[in-house]
């Protein structure tokens, strides 16, 4: 068995934060921190800037104004975040193991292995099937395990819960948990209620 991943001590860090999509400003000067073992739930109304604010530090959108920083990367470590959308972004005619295989090999197979993060999220069964012929919920378990077999320490997640059942509810915790006793830290874009010890509530408003 792969030993779990633990992470030296990180801080992401936003300051006097403006997030939008092209001229629509969602959200101005936000100044946010989470550091290693610790979490933030990002709440507000649809059109909030929930996912904007996400994508932008991810780094996969460029901040209006302001600064995404991650403080005590080891520079030799590569990279640290983990986006996960709230699409599951699977491939419907290669199956469950090749999916997965495929998500390791772009972004490092540096975590669990292919059978033990399937294993883990409770589809480990169904790694010969084609992704396609998943449930949503399935799917949304599958799109989770990328989390698994690349060890990075900052996990952002949008909507994570989308289509799970209650069973999936606890699994994600669970996995919330492990992830912040190894030293990680996860910023999660929710409506829903998650409930993990070490989470703390950051709500936006709609920008004027």
């Given at each position: 068995?792969?030993h779990?991943?633990?992470?030296?001590?990180?801080?992401l860090?936003a300051?006097a934060?403006?997030?939008?999509?092209g001229?629509t400003?969602?959200?101005?000067?936000?100044?946010?921190?989470?550091?290693s073992?610790?979490g933030?739930?990002?709440?507000?109304?649809n059109?909030?800037?929930?996912?904007?604010l996400?994508?932008?530090?991810?780094?996969?959108?460029?901040?209006?104004?302001g600064?995404?920083?991650?403080?005590?990367?080891?520079?030799?470590?590569?990279?640290?975040?983990h986006y996960c959308g709230?699409?599951?972004?699977?491939?419907?005619?290669l199956?469950?193991?090749?999916?997965l295989?495929?998500?390791?090999?772009?972004?490092?197979a540096?975590?669990?292995?292919?059978?033990?993060?399937?294993?883990?999220?409770g589809?480990?069964?169904?790694?010969?099937?084609d992704?396609g012929?998943?449930?949503?919920?399935?799917q949304?378990?599958?799109?989770?395990a990328?989390?698994?077999v690349?060890?990075?320490?900052?996990?952002?997640?949008?909507e994570?819960?989308?289509?799970?059942?209650?069973?999936?509810h606890?699994?994600?915790?669970?996995?919330l948990?492990?992830?912040?006793?190894s030293?990680?830290?996860?910023?999660?874009?929710t409506?829903?209620?998650?409930v993990?010890?070490?989470?703390?509530?950051?709500t936006l408003?709609?920008a004027a």
């Amino acid at each position: 068995m792969t030993h779990r991943q633990v992470f030296s001590p990180l801080r992401l860090t936003a300051r006097a934060l403006s997030v939008g999509r092209g001229e629509t400003v969602l959200g101005r000067d936000i100044a946010l921190g989470v550091a290693s073992g610790g979490g933030l739930l990002l709440r507000g109304a649809n059109g909030a800037g929930k996912s904007t604010l996400l994508l932008t530090l991810a780094g996969l959108l460029a901040p209006l104004e302001g600064d995404v920083l991650i403080e005590g990367l080891d520079e030799d470590f590569g990279p640290a975040r983990h986006y996960c959308g709230h699409r599951n972004a699977v491939r419907p005619r290669l199956t469950v193991g090749e999916t997965l295989d495929f998500w390791a090999a772009i972004n490092g197979a540096s975590g669990l292995s292919t059978a033990e993060a399937l294993e883990k999220v409770g589809i480990a069964r169904l790694g010969g099937v084609d992704a396609g012929y998943l449930s949503a919920g399935q799917q949304r378990r599958l799109a989770l395990a990328r989390l698994l077999v690349s060890a990075r320490p900052v996990w952002l997640l949008d909507e994570p819960t989308a289509a799970l059942d209650a069973e999936g509810h606890r699994l994600l915790a669970a996995l919330l948990r492990d992830h912040l006793a190894s030293g990680g830290l996860a910023v999660i874009a929710t409506h829903d209620d998650i409930v993990v010890d070490g989470f703390e509530t950051f709500t936006l408003g709609v920008a004027a």
